[in-house]
């Protein structure tokens, strides 16, 4: 049974690496009929936040990845990581260091002195002490995990191939602070080993943890995960993520427009793919997704492949689904939504902008009377059209409200003035729209609706 988990440590908001883990763990499960677990990492207090956990959350949610087990929380687990350590105390796996931070100092020192790497020496190691060597007074000693001395830690890595690591660089690792709390690389470990972790799947900057994690996972008498370290996300100039590339936070896409679909989409392209896919369903993903066709060199992140995706979506989107997509956008716009339709609005822009918030800036005309600069409107109201355009006007107010019907009388008219048909369209368009540019004006028109074209078009015409 595979059994994955999003392990993310609570220290800031959910971004698009983070999302990406999650998203690879989530659909290997969903490809195996597995289990996906979400752990809390909260045990670095000075830098975890209630607010960050809930920022989690909320991008997990917002993603619609949600967790099969869990949350769980590491802080809440702490009797169960002490009950372990006593266990690997009591087993010998384990020791009690009683160096003083000012003796491990001077050892660093000595060390590099010599030319040495800086290591724990295993001065406190149960078979280096000597007879007489006592604890000293007053010093509450941390536990150290008792690390193979020599030999290699090896281990086939999903995504990065073998990978090893010599046990002479690994020390004694601090299991326990002497404050009794456990630390980071040790708590992951009882994790993985009681959720039954099957598959660790997490960013690379944790390779250097993987042998220390598995030694002690083996001194636990524990089965070994499959590890898949997946590479960073770059940003499109190959330098690391950052706010100039685009938004980092996941959160921020809904912010900025984006379809959780589009995200969700652009991500699973991130370091993995299936041919020449590009636009495909998260159904399709669950079904393709394998650890064989992630690739172990960097992905670029490329925020207008993103935008083109979203709008792949944005064109597929049943209309009135659409329309409530857009609405709060049109809100947070400032738009009232009242009159033209806003699903038969939305129609005429969805292929021409990328974004629900260029959407609902597009369709601002729709609900907002324009007010056409005075330069457009000289620019194409003159002499010569506007008496066909006052003509046209009070053949308007006869006509059946639906763009065939409307477009027959513009045409009508045009033959009818002998005028060529941008003369007539191009100020209908601006007057009407405040804008050069726009969808078939006629489409335009039947969906702002009939008293409301007449309205701006009389005023327009008057001055
Ligand atoms: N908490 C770690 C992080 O947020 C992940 C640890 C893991 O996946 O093993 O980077």
Redesign the pocket.
């Known amino acids: 049974m595979v059994r994955t988990?999003?392990?993310?440590?609570p220290?800031g908001f959910l971004h698009i690496g983070?999302a990406r883990?999650a998203l690879f763990c989530w659909a290997f499960a969903r490809r195996h009929g597995g289990t996906f677990i979400l752990?809390v990492?909260d045990t670095d207090l000075e830098r975890s936040t209630p607010e960050a956990v809930q920022a989690i959350l909320d991008g997990m949610n917002w993603l619609g990845l949600y967790p099969d087990e869990g949350p769980f929380f590491q802080m809440q687990r702490m009797d169960r990581y002490r009950e372990v350590i006593q266990q690997m105390l009591d087993a010998g796996t384990a020791y009690h260091c009683y160096c003083s931070p000012e003796e491990l100092d001077q050892m660093r020192e000595a060390q590099r002195a010599r030319g040495e790497k800086p290591r724990y020496d295993g001065r406190w190691r149960p078979e280096n002490l000597t007879a007489g060597m006592l604890p000293p007074a007053g010093i509450k000693p941390v536990v150290r995990f008792k690390n193979p001395a020599d030999g290699i830690v090896a281990w086939e890595d999903a995504v990065k191939g073998r990978i090893e690591f010599s046990n002479t660089e690994l020390d004694d690792f601090v299991i326990a602070r002497s404050d009794g709390t456990p630390t980071?690389n040790f708590c992951?470990v009882v994790d993985?080993w009681d959720m039954r972790v099957t598959h660790?799947?997490?960013?690379d900057?944790?390779v250097n943890?993987t042998p220390r994690?598995i030694n002690v996972l083996r001194a636990l008498g524990a089965q070994l995960p499959v590890y898949g370290h997946l590479s960073m996300i770059l940003g499109d100039d190959g330098q690391k993520l950052s706010k100039r590339h685009g938004a980092v936070s996941v959160m921020e896409y809904p912010a900025d427009g984006f379809l959780r679909d589009a995200v969700l989409n652009y991500l699973a392209r991130l370091g993995w793919s299936h041919g020449d896919d590009e636009v495909f369903s998260m159904k399709q993903f669950c079904e393709w997704f394998d650890l064989d066709h992630i690739t172990p060199s960097a992905a670029q992140f490329n925020s207008e492949k993103l935008r083109w995706l979203n709008q792949e979506y944005l064109k597929k989107l049943p209309t009135e689904e659409l329309a409530t997509t857009l609405s709060p956008y049109m809100a947070r716009a400032g738009i009232v939504v009242e009159g033209p339709n806003l699903g038969q609005a939305a129609n005429l822009y969805r292929e021409r902008v990328h974004t629900l918030v260029e959407l609902a800036e597009a369709l601002r005309y729709f609900y907002v009377r324009p007010s056409p600069g005075s330069a457009l409107v000289a620019e194409h109201l003159n002499d010569a059209n506007r008496h066909a355009l006052l003509v046209l006007v009070e053949r308007l107010a006869e006509t059946v409200w639906e763009a065939n019907a409307i477009g027959g009388v513009i045409k009508a008219t045009v033959a009818e003035f002998k005028l060529k048909m941008p003369q007539v369209m191009m100020p209908l368009r601006v007057l009407l729209t405040g804008k050069a540019q726009t969808p078939s004006v006629d489409a335009v028109m039947a969906v702002i609706g009939k008293d409301e074209c007449l309205t701006r078009l009389k005023s327009a015409l008057a001055t």
Do not use: C, K, M
């Open positions: 988990r999003f392990a993310p440590s220290t983070g883990t752990r990492e980071y992951v993985d660790v799947l997490r960013g900057d944790h943890n994690q």
